[in-house]
């Protein structure tokens, strides 16, 4: 899922960085003062996630968990996923310094996308139904950024459709992975800690 | 409960699985030819994938492909830089470069025509060879067993450059918290003054 250093042209390399500056202000402004603790706990399992290699035949792909970070964070989740790609990239080597605002864009905005389509539906109903769209949530978050790196793909050159199917499909997988994942997740959540989906108005997109 | 569940599965599937993902690429003499390698940090190589070749000004030199255990192998006509690209798909991208002197050194110092001065090359290269008495096949072939008994030490090497250990790990957990930590003082302070 990471892209590496080279295989962007410079152009989107540029648009990436720029997108993803904004992305980050944007965060940092609806980060309030009672989430910063989530947003680091949530930054610290993405670092941790992608560890974690599910192997498909020849080859293997790893958790991304960027559909829990946007559900519980909307637009925060871009500081809080920036900083755990930029420390994935400079540990584990994973992506890089230069491709590190494309790699956040395409990892952090499917997030905030999918937060804000789906958080109002967390809150309600029983902590079941809640788990039933916070997996529905995770698995389009990874469908979606796969997306996003075909079309940065695209972008470079590369035929969108040919790449689009060969990320696409490998993360099939992550996708019900993620899916059962982030379920759990949320249904803890709104067991221990409902209020953490209730938005305290105008505090959080 | 499940929470203590769910980070004993993660925690029992680490050791295992921390491994990077990414590509290694390598490029060697190998007699008259450069050879290299293509694969993934966890083990895989890319088998059949096409590998082209570039000088340093961006020109195609020519292309060749890797065989089933990543391999490839190219002849240098040219004592200039050589790039080699392949293109893995997915965001994996390949790319190793062999420097002139390098190349010149396997085609001979001379940079105009390869085939000529094949002759004048092997004479320094084969110069301790030649001094004990070995005929120029068991010269190749002991070459060839270095290489082939070398690559799995090369191998393992690239993989632990790439491998992240528990330290790395764990370090970099603390440096997200740290961070938080910071910024949440920050917020902190910045509303209490408000």
Redesign the interface.
Known sequence: M???D???SNPVVIGGAVAAVGGLALGLRS?P?ER??A??VL??SF??AS???VPIG???V?LILNGLAGLVLGWAAFPALF??LL??AV????GGLTVLGVNTVNIALPAVLVGMAIRPLLARGSPLYGAIWGGIGGGLAIAATTLA?AF??MLSGDEFV??AK??FF?HIPVMGIEAV?TG?AI??ARRVKPELFIDVKGRLA | M??RV?CLA?AS??PS???????ITSVFPSGQAIEGEVG?S?G?MAGDLLIEVFDDAGAKLGETRTDADGFFLFTPEQPVTHVFRGDL?????A?VTMAADEVALILGTAPKSAPVTTGQTSATLNASASAAGLSDQARAEIATMLRTELRPLRQELTAYR?S?DLQ??L???G???G???V??YL??RR?LEG
């Open positions: 990471h892209i590496v080279g295989a962007l980060l003062l910063i603790p947003a680091g930054s610290a670092f941790v560890l974690i290699h020849p080859s293997s790893h900083v755990g420390l994935q540990f584990f080597g994973f790196v940065s793909l040919v790449a060969l990320v490998a994942l759990a249904f803890l | 499940m929470l769910i993660l599937l680490l699985v921390a491994l990077a993902h990414n590509v993934f966890n895989d798909g997915a965001g994996h991208l790319e790439n992240s790395s790990i370090g970099g957990i440096y997200i918290f961070l938080f930590g910024g949440f917020a902190a509303k």
